[in-house]
């Protein structure tokens, strides 16, 4: 039964082939080290959807962003596994995508061919790194204030258009409700679509030249 | 295979895959729909008695309108809630009243009452009730429902008792 319904699924949907190309791949000698980009690739989406629960109370408002975040700690039920969930794995996602990358460096793997998957690993680094800090702010406490003050200010050093830069980012001179609100569009649009599209062509690039073999003693 | 003593690498690292993945799936995804369901699962209830002013103002054989706010803490924020009703004195007498609630019986719209037509009308679906509150026309199921709790402090003011849990 389970298997016609597969079989009239397969032969419209071609589910063999597809498993093939992206799980049956062929790999060198196992290595632990090798998991780290799966890894990676999980807790984006474990970010991605306990992010998604929590935009069910939270509110990007200066009135209400802290409340709000308060009532999912306390009033919801595992609202504070949900939120630590969210709050650790950021945390993780940044160390192992670190951790990746210092893998491919030391094995050598971003040479030819496959010095693109690395430059869009470099991409998925940065965006990486910029949802943490914008996520930082979205709690709209004194900490977040302060380190979106100062993570701003920053940029704002860069000569002659850093002052623009600035602006850009608060969305005007001083922190506000608007760099609430854009931090919190950057968060949850922006950059995770910046990050779904970079990742489709770093698991592509993947597939199409496979894993590096790790290098011997000799090389 | 699968079943036989003999399981081979392939199957056994399917297996484990599936195990750990359902373990935490469940483990994220249980809490998880607790989470979405948790505000409809908390009672509020109200218990507070209104006043809705002298009864000896009141009118004879005229509904007489009133509205009531609650507030209720709603998660994060205070949220008022706006309710209203009619009180119908039948004679003098301190307890002859009929008191009914203004919400629609049909889709919860507020009704009004028509002083030319002698009907409390609906705006939304069109219905209309008598002055006791019976249906007279359109889709609500019942009557308007009433407040039977009441009492006349000793200023003279009408209290009606508000309960729902």
Redesign the interface.
């Known amino acids: 039964m389970w298997k016609k319904i597969y079989e009239w699924l397969d032969e419209r949907l071609g589910l063999n082939s597809i498993y093939k190309a992206t799980l049956d791949r062929p790999e060198p000698r196992g290595n632990w080290w090798n998991t780290l980009g799966s890894a990676s690739l999980f807790l984006f989406i474990l970010q991605g959807i306990t992010g998604i629960f929590l935009t069910v109370y939270y509110t990007p408002s200066p009135d209400h962003a802290y409340d709000s975040i308060q009532y999912i700690m306390t009033g919801v039920s595992f609202g504070w596994l949900i939120r630590g969930i969210h709050h650790w794995g950021a945390s993780l996602m940044v160390l192992i995508v670190f951790i990746h990358m210092l893998r491919v460096f030391i094995t050598a793997s971003y040479k030819y061919p496959r010095e693109l998957t690395w430059l869009v690993g470099v991409g998925l680094l940065l965006v990486t790194v910029f949802m943490g800090f914008t996520g930082y702010l979205l709690p709209w406490n004194q900490k977040a204030f302060w380190a979106t003050t100062v993570g701003t200010q920053i940029a704002g050093s860069v000569p002659v258009i850093g002052e623009f830069i600035l602006k850009v980012l608060r969305g005007g001179s001083s922190l506000s409700a608007l760099t609430l609100q854009r931090f919190f569009a950057a968060h949850i649009w922006i950059l995770p679509a910046m990050l779904v599209g970079l990742i489709a062509v770093h698991l592509y690039l993947i597939m199409k030249h496979g894993e590096s073999q790790f290098p011997e003693k000799e090389d | 295979m699968a079943g036989s003593h003999n399981i081979d690498r392939r199957d056994f690292v399917k297996l484990t895959t599936a195990a750990v993945g359902t373990v935490i799936g469940a483990s994220?995804g249980i809490?998880?729909i607790?989470?979405?369901i948790?505000?409809a699962?908390k009672e509020d209830s109200k218990d507070t008695w209104i006043s809705v002013g002298k009864l000896e103002e009141i009118p004879l054989n005229k509904p007489f309108p009133f509205s009531f706010t609650l507030t209720q803490v709603n998660?994060?924020?205070r949220t008022s809630i706006s309710f209203g009703g009619f009180v119908i004195r039948k004679s003098e007498a301190e307890n002859d009243l009929t008191i009914l609630s203004s919400i629609c019986t049909h889709l919860g719209c507020q009704v009004n009452w028509k002083e030319e037509s002698n009907v409390f009308i609906c705006p939304c679906h069109d219905a209309s009730f008598d002055i006791d509150g019976n249906v007279l026309a359109g889709p609500p199921p019942r009557p308007l429902d009433t407040f039977t709790d009441y009492k006349v402090d000793d200023e003279g003011n009408l209290l009606i008792h508000i309960q729902e849990s």
């Open positions: 994220i809490p998880a607790g989470y979405l948790s505000p699962l998660g994060w924020e």
